[in-house]
C-alpha cells in the first residue's frame, strides 16, 4: 500500500525528500504533460493517499467525543488574536497617525511653491510698483 511506505520515516527525512523534488522539480526540462505523463502513478498514489488521510480525519472527527479537530486549535488561534489586537492596538495606532502625518508632510513639502504662491505674488506686485 503506498500510504504505507513513509510510516516510519522522521519529519527531517520527509523535509528532505521535500527538498529534492523541488530541485528536481524546478530543473525538470520537459514539458509539464510530460512530466505528468512519466509521473502519473505517483500522483495517482499522492491524490490516493491525500484522499485517504481526509477520510481518517473525517472519521476521527465522527469518532471524537470532543467535536471537531481543528475547533480547540481554532479557538486558541481566536484568543492569541484578540490578545495581540489589546497588545498592539496602541502601537498601531500610533503609527497610523505618524504614517498620517508623515504623508500630509510630503504633501506639504511636494507642493510648498502653492503654498508661498499668495506671498510671493504679492511681493512682485509690491516691487513693481515702486
Do not use: M
Amino acid at each position: 500500500v503506498s500510504s504505507d511506505n513513509h510510516r516510519d520515516v522522521t519529519i527531517s527525512d520527509l523535509q528532505t525528500g521535500v527538498n529534492y523534488l523541488e530541485v528536481e522539480c524546478g530543473t525538470h526540462t520537459s514539458s509539464d504533460i510530460e512530466f505528468v505523463k512519466t509521473h502519473i502513478d505517483v500522483l495517482l498514489a499522492c491524490h490516493d493517499t491525500l484522499q485517504k488521510v481526509n477520510r481518517l480525519i473525517d472519521e476521527e472527527e465522527e469518532n471524537s467525543t470532543g467535536g471537531s479537530l481543528t475547533g480547540p486549535l481554532d479557538t486558541v488561534l481566536n484568543e492569541c488574536n484578540k490578545c495581540a489586537e489589546l497588545l498592539f492596538s496602541s502601537i498601531l495606532n500610533k503609527k497610523d497617525k505618524a504614517d498620517r502625518i508623515r504623508n500630509a508632510l510630503n504633501v506639504i513639502d511636494r507642493f510648498r511653491f502653492l503654498f508661498g504662491l499668495p506671498d510671493s505674488i504679492d511681493r512682485n506686485i509690491k516691487s513693481k510698483s515702486i
